[in-house]
């Protein structure tokens, strides 16, 4: 019973995950009208935010608070500078904006490879995410359970208009 709740729980953080990226996905084709293949490359723009501002910043909790402010901030400002050069200049086309987007992706998944190389790099956790809790005689990482903490709130303030 121990392994199906850790599974239970490692499936929803990866579903949350994934549910994020598909909420950002249909925002911007209910709101644009546009399908962006290169939504993908903006949260790895964002992660590799994360470990920028952790090889800057030795304090694992302060690097991770800044890294999530930044790495939205960067992702969107990534989504901006994409609809001033060139979604909003094919509006109504949509065959085109999927087809220059995903060349975009392309574009910065060799940006990221190039200047990251290509193993992953990684990031660590504050000392406060390390370790487990005890759910039902399954050890649950807390770095699963502040996935889907972080996954509920953004549901929650999306489903209020914060």
Do not use: C
């Amino acid at each position: 019973m121990d392994v199906v709740i850790g599974q239970l729980f490692t499936g929803l953080s990866i579903g949350s995950i994934l549910l994020l990226a598909a909420l950002g996905l249909s925002l911007t084709f209910g709101q644009m009208g546009v399908i962006n293949m290169a939504h993908g490359e903006f949260i790895m723009a964002g992660s590799y935010t994360a470990y920028v501002v952790q090889q800057v910043i030795s304090n694992a909790t302060g690097s991770l608070i800044i890294s999530l402010l930044v790495g939205f901030v960067v992702g969107g400002l990534m989504g901006v500078v994409l609809e001033v050069v060139l979604v909003s200049r094919m509006y109504h086309r949509p065959l085109d904006t999927l087809l220059v987007t995903f060349g975009v992706g392309l574009i910065l998944q060799q940006l990221a490879r190039d200047i990251f190389g290509a193993p992953a790099v990684n990031v660590s956790a504050p000392s406060w995410l390390s370790g487990g809790v005890d759910i039902f005689g399954a050890v649950v990482p807390k770095t699963r359970i502040f996935i889907l903490v972080l996954a509920i709130a953004g549901v929650f303030a999306l489903s209020v208009g914060l």
